[in-house]
């Protein structure tokens, strides 16, 4: 599988020749895997239509700033904040100077300027225009703000001439992309994470929970769909968008994540139990509301639930397999233990009761355990250590 996998590319193409093609470049990204939408500068209009790339990419292509419909919800921001990469092909000469000059004349300008995803160009123009002064100077500035250079490559130019200038072919410029992703390298595997709290029912009205937001395994959701993977998010009742990228799979009880990890689980690659699955749940659901009563107390009867990820891992060619020990003392020992008694390949501890990493917070602090090792990840938000477990486990596989 490709490492453009579930890869969202923002695609650039401004005024030249070589914007004809364009059409194969888009062809030939979404047959790698990727998702991609487009921008055209006015000028690229006038070599290759927007409806043909409308039509291979599957997505409106988008032309103007002042785009009314678009601008009411900040249009260029959201195309900003979408792309996991900006690639400008073919890159102008002009475009590249008012890229280096920080311009927001047009829209891919303003773009650009808006992204924090990384950017890359594919020069393409005349050779005298690519070893003009003035082109050297752009070039030497933008690779210096790490924009990423694909190509050109020389050869024989439109206007006649020969030498450097010519845009790479779309194979080429495919190829780069991904030789840019391969540092996340979970292409071709498939995750199932768990996520969330569970419920387990008292009556129709009343239930037992936790204080779980499913923050941390929604983040590695995201991270495993930045690295190429299938992701299979099973999720108890929580209050976040899922990645919309990931299968979502929504549960309720113990019970409910049990029968959706075991039907997952087997034909995945790794297995992540970031859920705070209740320990136990009533013996029995009231079908009717509970009515408080002249007693100052009430029992119930518990009864201990499944042990999810303790099942996962003694499947017949079980997936690599990751526990969650959310612990509020001696944190390290009982992961150890933890590890051990539910033979998982792996466990991330974390102290619940520290200041800033508890549930519901937006950082973490963890140790990853297993029967060699053991690596600490200081405090940081969860979408970084997220990315930074993910591709932890990539190595690990």
């Not at 941390?216 to 190429?228: D, I, S, T, V």
């Not at 549930?359 to 029967?371: E, H, K, L």
Request: glycine share 6%; proline share 5%; hydrophobic share 45%.
């Amino acid at each position: 599988m490709s490492t453009l996998q579930n890869k969202r590319i923002l695609l650039g193409v401004t005024g030249g020749i070589a914007a004809y093609k364009t059409a194969e470049l888009v062809r030939e990204l979404r047959r790698r895997g990727a998702s991609v939408r487009v921008i055209m500068t006015p000028a690229a209009c006038e070599f290759i239509t927007p409806l043909t790339l409308q039509a291979l990419s599957g997505n409106p292509v988008h032309t103007s700033l002042l785009d009314a419909d678009a601008e009411a919800a900040m249009g260029h921001i959201e195309l900003a904040r979408w792309a996991d990469l900006t690639l400008i092909a073919p890159a102008s000469a002009d475009f590249l100077a008012r890229l280096e000059g920080g311009m927001g004349d047009d829209l891919l300008a303003t773009v650009c300027l808006a992204t924090r995803a990384p950017i890359a160009i594919a020069p393409a123009m005349n050779q005298a225009m690519w070893d003009a002064p003035s082109t050297v100077a752009n070039m030497a500035q933008l690779r210096q703000r790490n924009i990423i250079v694909l190509g050109p490559a020389s050869g024989e130019q439109a206007c006649g001439e020969f030498g450097p200038g010519r845009m790479l072919e779309p194979l080429e410029l495919t190829s780069g992309l991904e030789a840019l992703f391969n540092r996340q390298s979970l292409s071709g595997k498939t995750l199932v994470i768990t996520a969330g709290p569970t419920r387990e029912a008292l009556d129709p009205v009343r239930y037992l929970s936790n204080h779980s937001s499913g923050k941390m395994g929604y983040a590695l959701a995201q991270a495993a769909l930045e690295a190429g993977a299938r992701t299979i998010l099973i999720s108890g009742p929580c209050a976040l968008a899922p990645p919309d990228r990931a299968e979502f799979v929504t549960v309720t009880s113990a019970d409910d994540m049990l029968a959706a990890s075991l039907k997952y689980a087997p034909a995945c690659d790794v297995f992540i139990a970031a859920a705070a699955v209740a320990d136990f749940r009533p013996a029995s659901v009231a079908e009717q509301k509970l009515k408080k009563t002249d007693a100052d107390t009430m029992t119930l009867q518990l009864v201990k639930n499944p042990d999810i990820i303790a099942q996962v891992a003694a499947l017949p060619g079980a997936p690599f397999t990751v526990a969650f020990a959310a612990e509020s003392e001696c944190v390290l020992d009982y992961a150890r233990g933890k590890l051990e008694r539910k033979k998982v390949d792996c466990i991330i501890a974390n102290d619940i009761s520290a200041a800033g990493i508890g549930f519901n917070s937006d950082d973490n602090a963890v140790t990853v355990i297993d029967r060699h090792t053991q690596i600490h990840f200081a405090l940081r938000s969860k979408m970084q250590l997220a990315r930074e477990l993910i591709t932890l486990l990539a190595k690990r596989l």
